[in-house]
């Protein structure tokens, strides 16, 4: 016997959905789950090769706001898939978030990114950028509130906060570690 879902009841519809799911398990057990629905995402991590840098973000995240007191996080560009493929609402969200025009992405994954409550599968991707790549300042989408602060750090830095586990933010370390495993070299001083 496989596990079924039997009913879905969403008690909040907004930018997320909120549901109780009825699932009936592998074994015949009856149980409730939630499920927070609101779809797909990208994220990826811009760098320079030539200079050694990797372009994030600082932004106000409230979940951790409200359980650590965190007033901004850093973590790579990211956002929801609108339109469109994985591919192309990666370089909306670089565009948007950090001003800059990428060309090659290259694909890390899709992952889960919280599987035990929520249906976002997050596309993740690396993406090498030039000097001439940047076309304008970055900060968010007009109308968004997202008050983006846009933050150029070196590759050793990054690699610093990998190791000393200060990057709380899941996608910006796998993304960290997937350069790092990459291209090594790019992370040296």
């Known amino acids: 016997m496989s596990a079924k879902i039997l ?5 909040h519809e907004g930018w997320s959905r909120f549901g109780i799911a009825k699932v009936r398990l592998a074994d015949g057990a009856e149980v409730t789950r939630e499920i927070e629905d609101h779809g797909n995402s990208v994220g990826v991590l811009p760098y320079d ?8 973000v600082r932004e106000l995240r409230v979940p951790a706001l409200y359980t650590a007191g965190s007033q901004m996080q850093l973590e790579a560009p990211a956002g929801i898939v609108d ?22 992405l ?9 599987a035990g409550i929520s249906t976002e599968r997050i596309h993740l991707f690396l993406a090498a950028y030039g000097n001439g ?15 983006i602060k846009v933050v150029e750090m070196s590759l050793h830095e990054l690699g610093g906060l990998v190791d000393r586990g200060e990057l709380t933010d899941l ?13 090594p070299d790019l992370f040296r001083p």
Not at 49 to 56: C, E, I, K, Q
Not at 106 to 114: H, I, K
Request: hydrophobic fraction near 30%; proline fraction near 6%.
């Open 7 to 11: 009913d879905v009841h969403f008690v």
């Open 171 to 183: 996608k910006t370390l796998a993304l960290a570690l997937a350069l790092r495993s990459r291209h």
């Open 106 to 114: 290259e694909p890390v994954g899709t992952t889960y990114s919280c």
């Open 133 to 147: 790549d940047r076309v304008g300042r970055g900060g968010g989408a007009p109308g968004e509130h997202e008050n």
């Open 49 to 56: 090769p030539d200079r050694r840098v990797a372009v994030l």
């Open 83 to 104: 339109d469109g493929t994985p591919e192309e609402n990666a370089r909306r969200e670089v565009l948007e978030e950090v001003g800059l025009r990428l060309h090659e």
